[in-house]
């Protein structure tokens, strides 16, 4: 029998542990490049000691240390999240900002999309009639009139990808006035200005809500482009008088949708500059890979859009909070750093106040994957945020301000965090994963990059780029992630439809809401 190579990858020269690549993992007797021999089975994506690691010892991955030692761990033995003591995530107070000199890269020119071009300024990459609610009550009938714009109506106009209603949970039994209520309220008011919405979003409202559905409608985006009768027209309350039972507040929605649809078909698309961008960076199901394959890949995708001058975000707080002595050196100045900070700081407290810590964030599935803890998965998470300096910092539901590289600060749930993403103002959706996850969106493509080729071939089809070649040395990161870049362009411009859009796979939308619930 042929014998097995045995695969493992060593991230630093400093790091006492490697982390097993083989599909199935290694049986006991298997001997890696260095010498050491596996004293017991380790499956793929965990780790194993390279030295004898006494008690209290620090582990190091990526030339970092994501714990310590409860009791002696020695050479070739498998070692797990009950095996460590989790260090203290960095202090915020003395971290250095903007002290990394950027790294003067060539502007990358010539590469273009097919969108849609709004007068705003952004693109969209589809072209979708968002209907937005201002409370949840009225969510069954939006998805009723839905259903039927799809069936009825859509067909006449040809150049419209689709329809979404913007359901949510939110809008009335809140605290509606408190401090933390701005999240949830700029969020949707954001959302309505996504780009691929072209400007023609439509308000649902109740008539009851604390949530008053104008105040959801869109600020024009240029001055004196919408007059106020223009956005009251895109306003509907269903307990409007005028209205005699069901049948007459859909029929009237039907109405309001095709004036709006009849403004979206007559737009086309066009060639657009990669710099029109805006793309979001998320990892979910992430295993001991995701940061060896799938995250370098999408960093170095995302170095591109920067090169090309998109704009990339990267989001997931307490994936970066025991990663953050990492960032601050990469901001373009102190009063960015200090920004970034201040969302650290604030998370911190978040958490403190709900009686939880940052160590609730790693799930049993990261676990299986063989990520010990917060620590190591955070300093995986933030690869996919790239090389390029931190050019600005943004709270959650706060819309893109810069071209570049932008954390928009938000929860690491991959539904919450993609929610928030798309209010900031994104266009494209890039999304790692090692254990598998169906999520998609129905606002954005969303491209899945798997960080293991076992995980690529299970799902064949539902992944749209296998990472896990890096890992096994059939690929180079570069090269998967110039794949990554060109199947953007190629996903925006609408000549490729990415696994979620052809499976129809859609999450509901997830809000963020900090403040107090009545």
């Given amino acids: 029998m042929p014998s097995i190579k045995c695969l493992s990858i060593q991230v630093d020269p400093r790091d006492n542990v490697a982390v097993v690549v083989n599909a199935g993992g290694l049986p006991a007797g298997s001997v890696l490049d260095d010498g050491t021999e596996l004293v017991e089975q380790i499956p793929q994506g965990h780790k194993v000691a390279l030295v004898d690691i006494a008690q209290d010892a620090p582990v190091l991955r990526y030339g970092e240390v994501i714990g310590f030692a409860r009791k002696g761990i020695a050479r070739g033995h498998w070692i797990n999240e009950e095996m460590l003591r989790m260090p203290e995530p960095p202090a915020l107070d003395d971290l250095p900002l903007a002290t990394r000199k950027a790294v003067e890269r060539e502007p990358l020119e010539g590469y273009t999309f097919a969108g849609y071009r709004n007068a705003d300024g952004s693109v969209g990459t589809r072209n979708i009639l968002g209907i937005s609610t201002s409370v949840q009550c009225v969510a069954g009938v939006t998805d009723h009139v839905v259903g039927r714009i799809k069936r009825e109506l859509l067909l006449r106009y040809p150049n419209v990808d689709d ?22 309220i700029r969020t949707l008011q954001n959302l309505a200005r996504n780009p691929n919405f072209g400007g023609e979003v439509m308000v649902i409202g109740l008539g009851c809500e604390k949530l008053r559905p104008q105040r959801l409608v869109a600020p024009p985006s240029l001055p004196g482009q919408e007059t106020a009768q223009t956005v009251h027209s895109s306003i509907l309350s269903l307990q409007d008088e005028r209205f005699s039972g069901f049948n007459a507040m859909v029929e009237s929605i039907m109405e309001l949708a095709q004036t709006h649809l009849e403004k979206l078909n007559r737009r086309t698309r066009e060639s657009c500059p990669a710099a029109d961008l805006v793309v979001g960076m998320q990892c979910g199901g992430s295993d001991a890979l995701s940061g060896l394959t799938a995250n370098p890949a999408v960093g170095f995708a995302a170095d591109l859009i920067v090169r090309a001058g998109g704009s990339v975000i990267f989001s997931e707080v307490t994936e970066v909070r025991d990663a953050i002595h990492l960032l601050t050196p990469r901001v373009i100045d102190e009063e960015t750093g200090r920004a970034l900070l201040l969302e650290m700081a604030w998370y911190d407290d978040y958490l403190s106040r709900g009686q939880a810590d940052r160590s609730a964030n790693t799930t049993p599935g990261n676990k299986q994957g063989g990520l010990a803890n917060i620590v190591e998965k955070a300093l995986g998470s933030i690869i996919k945020s790239g ?38 103002g994104m266009n494209m959706h890039l999304f790692s994963t090692g254990r598998g996850t169906p999520y998609g969106l129905a606002m954005v493509p969303v491209i899945k990059v798997a960080s293991n080729s076992r995980l690529a071939g299970q799902w064949f089809d539902l992944i749209d780029v296998d990472a896990g070649r890096i890992a096994t040395g059939d690929a180079s990161i570069a090269e998967v992630g110039w794949e990554i870049f060109r199947l953007i362009l190629d996903a925006a411009s609408g000549r490729t439809l990415v696994a979620a859009e052809r499976l129809g796979l859609r999450n509901d939308l997830v809000l963020f809401n900090p403040a107090p619930v009545t």
């Fill in 387 to 424: 090389s390029s300096p931190i050019v600005d910092v943004i709270g959650p539901g706060e819309r893109l301000r810069r071209k570049g590289l932008t954390f928009a600060a938000t929860p690491a749930s991959d539904f919450i965090c993609g929610t928030l993403q798309l209010a900031a």
């Fill in 163 to 184: 329809v979404v209603a913007l359901n949510h949970g939110y809008g009335c039994g809140v605290a509606i006035n408190a401090p933390a209520a701005i999240v949830p």
